[in-house]
């Protein structure tokens, strides 16, 4: 490095310009800057053959224009496509831009100009407006995945980044919620406490954000589908049989194939972090390790319609989560430009997906009332006297962006075969809620099952309990569950309610909020245990009704009851 160093500062100075004060000056030449030390300069090294030196002369030329360019007097720093360096930005100057017309924000020490995508933001104008001129850092990250906004904005809308010693050192604001959040995981109980998924549900409304509770908790309207989901479930008894040596009992299953430790996955759900920072990863983690699969929802196909996410992870960050041997499914949502889908499927199908979960019940957002609640509401809401706009919440920033007209021939387009064909994956339609629409769909060879779904009671209100279609699909077509493999959530918190959905012919069953508490409570731990408590209820039961493994599941094992049972405490069953 030394030798180095001499080298530079020699070849420099044979550079210089007869005016350039000598070496002996107090004054140096600004290329000389490029060295980080005073010392003296040595002596020039032995001489190098003549192409050898003509190329360092060259590099060094290079080095003394850059040196001129890195001393010329402002604060700099290298640009993101390291092609050139930009100045850094004072803290003052990005807070004079704070109005409407002329907005910037800085977001993880990058200064952007937001003033032309306020009017396009899928979360409203005003969540922006408010971080004007201010570091927005806090809020995006609560909701956005990494790496979105290269693909949000162009890059003139990225003015530069912000000079971090002018970053004003203030002690953050700490509203009463945020308070609120800090004392109840301070105070929350051991993880060990938790006995079932009641518990640690409650945990996570007491630690998380009022927004994040309303979003996760938030359901359709007057929320009788949600409620009703886990009302239909009492009606389902057993008929246990005894004396069936039950020391030994095996409850694994496969789903298209892939191994599954328990007859459960972890179902699709947008923006875990909301909950913990880790989001989606932890969930990931938390299932690869105990064994389940995985439906991912991913911010990548709203990634590409350069709106706000509906995921707080990218798939490349899902997928390097994942254990080596562990299996995930994609769900998609078509987008009204079609090659956006089938780019974001080309991702999936490289990153190594093993299925595709086209989800079907959700071409408009349902009314979820308790989530509209947190909509930030102002005096000019109401603009050119037209009525102010009603939705809002988290859900908000993923409305509007797919394609409403989804239809049968979306089916047909993505198991189309040859040259047309969108995916090779298989195919799980999400969302079905009718026997009529479960005929339908197994007449298409890419479908491969179905997942009876309301959504969590999130969009129709008054929808039937899937368990509900279930049976009756059971008892009118059971033809089906010989054709493709059939697949139920909607209100599952029991390892016995699990068993249920199994004998009627399930394959396996899915649960969404379940993990997006457990992740809010405590992390990947918290999605660990959770699954921990399944495995221990779902075994207790086999074990209760006299059964050793799930292939002696039968649907004469379950009786429905027509009487009304009366639900446990629990805040399942309150609307908040």
């Avoid at 001489?47 to 402002?74: D, H, I, M, N, W």
Wanted: proline fraction near 6%; glycine fraction near 8%; aromatic fraction near 6%.
């Amino acid at each position: 490095m030394a030798s180095l160093r001499s080298t530079v500062r020699y070849s420099v100075r044979g550079l210089r310009p007869k005016s350039t004060p000598s070496r002996n000056s107090n004054t140096l030449p600004r290329f000389v800057a490029l060295s980080t030390t005073t010392t003296p300069i040595s002596p020039p090294p032995p001489r190098r053959p003549a192409t050898t030196q003509k190329a360092v002369t060259f590099s060094l030329v290079v080095a003394a224009v850059l040196g001129l360019f890195l001393t010329s007097g402002e604060a700099t720093v290298a640009a993101d496509d390291g092609t050139h360096h930009a100045k850094l930005i004072p803290f003052q100057e990005v807070s004079e831009h704070n109005k409407k017309d002329d907005l910037w924000v800085v977001i993880r020490g990058e200064v952007y100009n937001l003033t032309d995508f306020i009017s396009i933001h899928p979360g409203g104008a005003k969540v922006i407006i408010q971080h004007a001129g201010k570091d927005a850092t806090k809020i995006f990250e609560s909701i956005h995945a990494k790496g979105l906004l290269e693909t949000m904005l162009s890059p003139s809308q990225h003015v530069g980044t912000v000079d971090p010693a002018t970053m004003p050192k203030l002690k953050p604001e700490l509203t009463d919620d945020d308070i609120r959040m800090m004392i109840n995981n301070k105070n929350k109980p051991p993880l060990g406490a938790m006995i079932n998924l009641g518990d640690i549900e409650e945990v996570a409304k007491r630690v998380m954000s009022e927004k994040a509770w309303h979003y996760y908790r938030s359901d359709a309207e007057d929320g009788y589908t949600y409620r009703n989901n886990f009302a239909a479930l009492t009606h389902y008894f057993f008929r246990p049989r005894i004396l069936r040596e039950v020391g030994q009992v095996d409850p694994s299953t496969s789903i298209l194939g892939m191994s599954c430790d328990l007859p459960i996955f972890a179902g699709p759900a947008a923006m875990a972090g909301l909950g913990h920072p880790e989001g989606e990863k932890n969930i990931v983690r938390g299932t690869g390790n105990s064994g389940i699969l995985y439906g991912v929802q991913s911010n990548d196909l709203l990634t590409e319609l350069q709106i706000s996410s509906n995921a707080s992870c990218s798939l490349e960050e899902i997928a390097a989560a994942r254990q080596p041997d562990q299996s995930l499914i994609f769900q998609l949502y078509i987008a009204k430009e079609r090659q956006v889908s089938v780019d974001v499927l080309r991702k999936v199908e490289n990153l190594g997906f093993k299925a595709v979960m086209f989800t079907v019940d959700a071409p408009v957002l349902g009314r979820r009332e308790f989530d509209m609640r947190t909509r930030i509401v102002t005096d000019d809401d109401e603009e050119d006297g037209a009525p102010p706009k009603s939705k809002g919440g988290v859900s908000a920033t993923i409305d509007g962006y797919f394609d409403v007209n989804i239809g049968w021939k979306d089916v047909e387009w993505l198991q189309a075969s040859g040259i047309d064909r969108q995916t090779k994956l298989p195919i799980i339609i999400k969302g079905i809620q009718t026997v009529d629409d479960c005929l339908l769909a197994i007449k298409y060879p890419g479908v491969k099952g179905i997942l009876i779904s309301n959504h969590g009671g999130r969009q129709a209100d008054y929808a039937p309990a899937p368990i509900d279609v279930l049976y009756e699909l059971r008892q009118k077509h059971p033809e089906v569950f010989d054709k493709v493999e059939v697949y139920v959530d909607g209100g599952f918190r029991r390892g016995t309610d699990v068993v249920k959905a199994v004998c009627l012919g399930a394959k396996a069953v899915g649960l969404g909020r379940p993990f997006l508490y457990a992740n809010a409570a405590y992390g990947e731990r918290g999605v660990s245990k959770t699954i921990q408590i399944l495995r221990e209820e779902i075994i207790n039961c086999m074990q209760q009704i006299g059964l050793t493994n799930l292939s002696q599941a039968k649907p004469e094992m379950i009786k429905y009851m027509e009487r009304t049972i009366a639900p446990p405490k629990s805040s399942d069953y309150s609307q908040e």
